[in-house]
């Protein structure tokens, strides 16, 4: 009796010590993986069944750190040589799509049966992204068609990507053929508008140049890395971004210019540098110069007053309105924004044709374009109560232009 009990007090001792101790920990996931060897499915029921038994909780970093690397990193990225390691890891498989998604799916049930190793999980791939230098190219491709593949699937966030814009990674051109790696393997499982919601849930979207030196992060530089890559899908989505990024930026200084009040003749000079410099098209600046000059001021509650404030404010401003207004879609586009604008803002709802008609005085929207928007061009957003407000002024352009064709019959 006394010797079972002695047997057992040892087996106790031997399950603590796996339990808390890593290099015991480490020796266990390793024998057990040697056991299972390429299949992956074994793999994920031997990591499912060990998590009753041994400390996933404590030893999370050790852990993946088997199951990517076949053993403990040190820092930097090289293998500990205290242990021996295993070759059935992330970094021994093959190098194709097919054995990654095996891989990711892996990591997807033993997290899902573990979920609080999660966070840990999170920890691990940014720790493995700053360690790159460290892994050879086809450990860094592997890992990288990896990561892709767990985003895509939302096993990861998007955040990891913050490790990729460390100085050193980033100088030696690291940073950027990983994510041309990562993004081709995410872009594979899904479409651009996914990932580009993933990148701003986390913000993200407007710090891709980032995996550039400061020298070479421009949207041009950036458009042709990634495009000459095969991910022009991804470059197209950055230029987006930065052209939204100087759209807000514009905004902002266009309305401190407007509430400061700058000379008109000084902000048309800035806008028109800023459409130069930024390639923004009129149709966007006019609806820009709108929403900043209706912001600019602080609306009076009463609706008979605010039309009244409104008609002041847009004489004021009207030759802004009109020195972006070259082209006839950029004047359907500043009647589109009013049309809008009196609907959102239940105060204007009356001052609708009282706008329309002092931009037309002003020759900021031609007869052209109000008739277009009249017959044709208009939104649904409060349709009949602005169409029956402009039907008096439309007849009224109808028979001024019917006068001004016969006249010109006469003459002829």
Not at 196 to 205: C, P, Y
Request: glycine share 4%.
């Amino acid at each position: 009796m006394q010797c079972r009990g002695y047997v057992n007090v040892c087996l106790v001792m031997t399950y603590e010590k796996e339990r808390f101790d890593p290099t015991q920990f480490q020796e266990s996931i390793i024998q057990g993986l040697n056991q299972t060897g390429t299949d992956l499915e074994a793999v994920a029921k031997f990591l499912d069944a060990s998590g009753a038994k041994l400390d996933y909780r404590r030893y999370a970093e050790t852990l993946f750190d088997i199951l990517v690397a076949g053993g403990m990193l040190a820092p930097g990225g090289t293998l500990s040589d205290e242990v021996t390691c295993t070759e059935f890891c992330l970094f021994k498989a093959q190098e194709d799509m097919e054995t990654m998604q095996a891989y990711a799916q892996v990591f997807n049930k033993l997290i899902r049966r573990y979920k609080y190793l999660e966070k840990g999980f999170e920890e691990e791939i940014k720790k493995l992204l700053l360690f790159l230098k460290g892994f050879t190219e086809s450990e860094r491709n592997k890992l990288a068609m990896l990561t892709g593949i767990l985003l895509a699937n939302g096993n990861l966030s998007a955040s990891i990507l913050s490790s990729l814009f460390n100085e050193n990674l980033v100088k030696e051109g690291v940073s950027a053929c990983f994510a041309v790696k990562l993004f081709k393997s995410w872009l594979s499982e899904k479409d651009i508008s996914s990932v580009a919601a993933s990148l701003r849930k986390v913000g993200m979207d407007n710090r891709l140049m980032e995996l550039f030196p400061a020298n070479k992060r421009s949207c041009e530089h950036f458009s042709k890395y990634f495009t000459d890559a095969g991910l022009k899908e991804l470059s197209d989505f950055a230029r987006n971004q930065q052209s939204i990024g100087a759209r807000k930026e514009l905004q902002k200084e266009l309305q401190e210019q407007i509430s400061r009040g700058d000379p008109l003749k000084d902000i048309i000079a800035y806008i028109r540098e800023e459409i130069k410099k930024n390639n923004i098209s009129e149709q966007t600046m006019i609806w820009l110069i709108w929403s900043s000059v209706m912001s600019s001021v602080e609306w009076n509650k009463k609706e008979e007053l605010v039309t009244e404030q409104a008609i002041k404010l847009l004489k004021q401003y009207s030759p802004l309105l009109k020195a972006f207004t070259s082209q006839g879609l950029s004047e359907l586009t500043l009647l589109l924004k009013i049309q809008e604008y009196c609907y959102d803002n239940i105060h204007f709802m009356k001052a609708f044709q009282k706008i329309v008609v002092l931009l037309y005085k002003a020759d900021v929207l031609s007869e052209e374009a109000i008739l277009k928007w009249y017959n044709e061009a208009h939104l649904a957003k409060g349709k009949s109560l602005f169409i029956e407000q402009m039907k008096k002024f439309v007849e009224w352009l109808k028979n001024a232009e019917e006068e001004s064709e016969s006249e010109e019959e006469e003459a002829d």
